[in-house]
């Protein structure tokens, strides 16, 4: 794992709430969020309750405003500490993000806290650059990464675009039950 | 068949087998029928096997098997397509454990190429969970997902099925297939 080195700092976010993680066929999963003012307190508290939410929910690396019930263009990610996890930028959340370049097309299966009974086998790039705003201070930042942490921000900004994994799945065949984990 | 009366009886699973010539239309007729028995599709799979249709779905139903058979004979009648259909028991969706892989095999067309590697398979006690085979020209060509007993079993596996695949004159991949969760 190597820690980006960015011209730009995470701002320091309250304390968040842990809120209900929802999951499909919840309509608000297929709602694209609108804009945010990243400034704004509302969006600076549910940055905050993201991240909190992501932090107590096992295994889970990113978060989208979509899964705690709120159509918005907001979502957190942490990859640090995965074992697939290339490049890492730590704990962030993004505002009104959107992929400026995604390369390098590989396969994977993909699980989401979302869709608790299914993996889904799909292409997604590994090598991406994205911009988006910080919530707090509203600057807006390029963040290029690579590997695990390019799939885990594709996947969240997708929430944000109100699409989940099975919307992008390769095949009739690309749908599988998912494992448990010990 | 009214509501009251489907309902008045246990509902069962049954498994409906469609084989035969394709044309466009087939899974809206049987499932057509399927949805006037208030049926509900569970898991299904189709694909053209050479060109012959195939489909094999669950349905769960108050009605019986007979009445199932009945309901999906008008499009059976003419002769291209034979449909059975089967009571089953209730799915053993147990607990998938165990890693999954991905195995892949390709070489000349010769009788016994999937006798012999999925023999390799059932003596290393790895269960096949999806399967599927393609003949072309004098090319045959296997792809197959499956859940080992433990990670460390892949190195035996591995090794016997090149030793068969030697033997055919086919290349043989044996590669695990992780779970992204996001």
Same mark, same amino acid.
């Given at each position: 794992m190597?820690a980006?080195?960015?011209a730009w700092?995470?701002?320091e976010l309250?304390?968040g709430?842990?809120?209900?993680?929802?999951r499909?066929?919840?309509?608000v999963?297929s709602t694209?969020g609108?804009?945010?003012?990243?400034?704004?307190?509302v969006?600076?508290e549910?940055?905050?309750?993201l991240?909190?939410t992501?932090?107590?929910?096992?295994?889970?690396?990113?978060?989208?405003a979509?899964q705690v019930?709120?159509a918005?263009r907001?979502?957190?990610?942490?990859?640090?500490?995965?074992?697939?996890?290339?490049?890492?930028h730590?704990a962030l959340?993004l505002?009104n993000?959107?992929v400026?370049?995604?390369?390098?097309r590989?396969?994977?299966r993909?699980?989401?806290?979302s869709?608790?009974d299914?993996?889904g086998d799909l292409a997604?790039a590994?090598?991406?650059?994205?911009?988006?705003?910080?919530?707090l201070?509203?600057?807006?930042v390029e963040i290029?990464?690579?590997g695990f942490e390019?799939v885990?921000?594709?996947?969240e900004i997708?929430?944000t675009?109100?699409?989940?994994?099975?919307?992008?799945?390769?095949?009739?065949?690309?749908?599988?039950?998912?494992?448990?984990?010990? | 068949?009214?509501?009251?009366?489907v309902?008045?009886?246990?509902e069962?699973?049954i498994?409906?087998?469609?084989?035969?010539?394709?044309?466009?239309?087939?899974?809206?007729?049987?499932?057509?029928?399927?949805?006037?028995l208030?049926?509900?599709l569970e898991?299904?799979?189709m694909?053209?096997l050479?060109g012959?249709?195939?489909?094999?779905?669950?349905?769960?139903?108050?009605?019986?098997?007979?009445?199932?058979?009945?309901?999906?004979?008008p499009?059976s009648?003419?002769?291209s397509?034979?449909?059975n259909?089967r009571v089953l028991?209730?799915?053993?969706?147990?607990?998938i454990?165990?890693?999954?892989y991905?195995?892949?095999?390709?070489g000349?067309?010769?009788?016994g190429?999937?006798a012999?590697?999925?023999?390799?398979?059932a003596r290393?006690?790895?269960?096949?969970?999806?399967? %599927?085979?393609r003949? %072309?020209?004098?090319?045959y060509?296997?792809t197959?997902?499956?859940?080992l007993?433990?990670?460390?079993?892949a190195?035996?596996?591995?090794?016997?099925l090149r030793g068969?695949?030697?033997e055919?004159?086919?290349?043989?991949?044996l590669s695990?297939?992780?779970?992204d969760?996001?």
């Open positions: 190597t980006a080195v960015t700092a995470m701002p309250p304390a709430t842990v809120r209900r993680v929802v499909a066929p919840d309509p999963l694209p609108i804009d945010v003012d990243p400034t704004g307190s969006t600076i549910l940055a905050a309750d991240l909190a992501q932090a107590v929910s096992p295994g889970c690396v990113g978060l989208a979509q019930g709120v918005l907001v979502f957190s990610v942490d990859v640090s500490g995965h074992a697939k996890t290339r490049t890492c730590g959340v505002c993000a959107e400026a370049s995604a390369t390098r590989e396969r994977g993909e699980g989401c806290l869709v608790p299914f993996t997604r590994r090598r991406l650059v994205i911009r988006g705003q910080l919530p201070t509203g600057e807006w290029t990464t690579d390019a885990a921000l594709q996947h997708d929430h675009d109100g699409l989940l994994f099975l919307d992008r799945v390769s095949g009739p065949h690309g749908i599988h039950p998912r494992r448990t984990y010990l | 068949m009214s509501r009251d009366n309902d008045a009886m246990r069962q699973i498994a409906v087998t469609v084989l035969g010539d394709d044309r466009p239309g087939i899974v809206a007729g049987v499932t057509a029928a399927l949805a006037d208030h049926g509900n898991d299904s799979t694909t053209l050479r012959h249709f195939a489909m094999v779905l669950l349905v769960r139903t108050g009605a019986s098997a007979a009445a199932v058979e009945a309901a999906l004979h499009l009648a003419n002769g397509l034979v449909i259909t028991g209730e799915p053993a969706l147990g607990q454990r165990g890693p999954s991905a195995l892949r095999v390709h000349a067309d010769r009788p190429i999937v012999a590697i999925t023999g390799v398979v290393h006690g790895a269960n096949i969970v999806d399967l %599927g085979t003949l %072309g020209d004098g090319l060509v296997l197959a997902e499956l859940q007993t433990s990670e460390a079993s190195v035996g596996l591995d090794a016997e068969a695949a030697e055919l004159g086919v290349d043989v991949r695990p297939i992780d779970d969760l996001l």
